[in-house]
C-alpha cells in the first residue's frame, strides 16, 4: 500500500516526499557505488517521487553509461536518492530508506530487501555475499 513519506539528507538542505510501498521489496546492491556508500533504496514510479528544496544544493555524479543520476547534497554529502532512467518500469527513484523521516525503527526493521549482484552485472540474481551490505 502507498503512503507518502517525507525524507530529507542529513543537514536538511534537499528535502523530498515519496509515495512508497513498504512492504515491497527494498534493494541493497555490491556494485561499485551502492557498496561503497551503503545505498539502500525503495522505488518510486515516475509522479511519485517529489523534490520539495534544494535542488541546486544537489550535486551529480554519473559513471559507467551515464544513464542513472546519483545525486548527493553539496553540505552534507548525504545521497538522498537517486534516478534511474532506463529501467524495466522507466525511469524511476530510488529513494534512500535512511533518509526518510517519518517512518519508525519498527517499520525499517520490517523492510523487505532483496538482494542484487551489480558487481557482476547479474541484476536478477543475488551475489553469493550478501549480509554485509
Not at 22 to 37: A, D, G, K, P, V
Not at 72 to 84: A, N, S, T, Y
Request: charged share 20%; glycine share 8%; hydrophobic share 30%.
Amino acid at each position: 500500500m502507498l503512503k507518502t513519506y517525507n525524507g530529507s539528507c542529513h543537514c536538511g538542505a534537499v528535502r523530498f516526499e515519496a509515495e512508497l510501498d513498504l512492504t515491497q521489496s527494498s534493494y541493497r546492491c555490491n556494485c561499485s557505488i551502492c557498496r561503497r556508500n551503503r545505498f539502500w533504496p525503495a522505488v518510486a514510479k515516475d509522479g511519485q517521487f517529489r523534490l520539495i528544496s534544494g535542488a541546486e544544493m544537489l550535486t551529480e555524479y554519473l559513471f559507467n553509461t551515464r544513464k542513472n543520476q546519483h545525486v548527493f547534497c553539496k553540505v552534507c554529502g548525504v545521497r538522498p536518492f537517486g534516478v534511474g532512467n532506463e529501467t524495466p518500469i522507466g525511469k524511476m527513484y530510488g529513494v534512500n530508506i535512511g533518509c526518510l523521516e517519518n517512518v519508525t525503527e519498527e517499520e525499517l526493521s520490517r523492510i523487505p530487501i532483496t538482494y542484487v549482484d551489480g558487481m557482476n552485472d547479474r541484476w536478477q540474481q543475488a551475489p553469493q555475499y550478501f549480509s554485509h551490505l
